[in-house]
Structure formats: C-alpha cells, structure tokens
Nanobody
Framework: QVQLVESGGDLVQPGGSLTLSCAASGSTFSITEMGWYRQAPGKQRELVASIRTSGTTNYADSVKGRFAISRPNAKQIVLQTNSLKPEDTAVYYC?????????????WGQGTQVTVSS
C-alpha cells in the first residue's frame, strides 16, 4: 500500500504562483510513476503532469511552460505552478502507480484546493 498526502493548495491571484507537494509513504520502493491530476467543478479529472522513475516527464498542453514537476527524492514530488489562470482552479490530486510482482496498482491522495481568483 502507498499513502499520499498533498499540501500547498491556496487562494492566489491570477499571475501568481504556488508550490504543491506530495509526500508518499508505505511501499514506495515499487512506485514507477507519480503525478498530479486536477478536477474542476463539473469536469472530469485530468492529468496535469507526471514523472516516471526514469525522470521522464509529461504535461498537459494547457500547463506546458507554466508548470514544472520534479521528484526531489523517492518519496516526494513537487509541482511548481506559475502564471496561474482562473481556469487552473481545481482540486489537485497526487497520484502514484506501483508495479509489484506483475500487478499494477494506483493510489490517490485526498486532494488540495487551488483557487485562482482576484
């Protein structure tokens, strides 16, 4: 099992920045990928950014050039968000994929609210 805890969500003005962090605990040794998803009211959950253990990153087109994902250590990922827009308002969820003995499992955090508004 993997437990994920997010932090860093807040109310910020358009053009501002936030740093979101996700801390993983439990069976983190077999995590293959971690990332951030978001869900705005009335919309489906969507991928924001992900990073594999190899270091390969993937970003949604809507955040390319504004957001950056990093993995300072095996148990943490950080999402640096810059030039925030009102449409970035959503609950941001940390996600982890784990592969162990041929079985793939997914884990989610409880989410952290990001609100971009003047």
């Amino acid at each position: 099992q993997v437990q994920l805890v997010e932090s860093g969500g807040d109310l910020v003005q358009p053009g501002g920045s936030l740093t979101l962090s996700c801390a993983a605990s439990g069976s983190t040794f077999s995590i293959t990928e971690m990332g951030w998803y978001r869900q705005a009211p009335g919309k489906q959950r969507e991928l924001v950014a992900s990073i594999r253990t190899s270091g390969t990153t993937n970003y949604a087109d809507s955040v390319k050039g504004r957001f950056a994902i990093s993995r300072p250590n095996a148990k943490q990922i950080v999402l640096q968000t810059n030039s925030l827009k009102p449409e970035d308002t959503a609950v941001y969820y940390c996600h982890a994929e784990r592969v162990w003995l041929g079985t793939r499992s997914e884990y989610w955090g409880q989410g952290t609210q990001v609100t971009v508004s003047s």
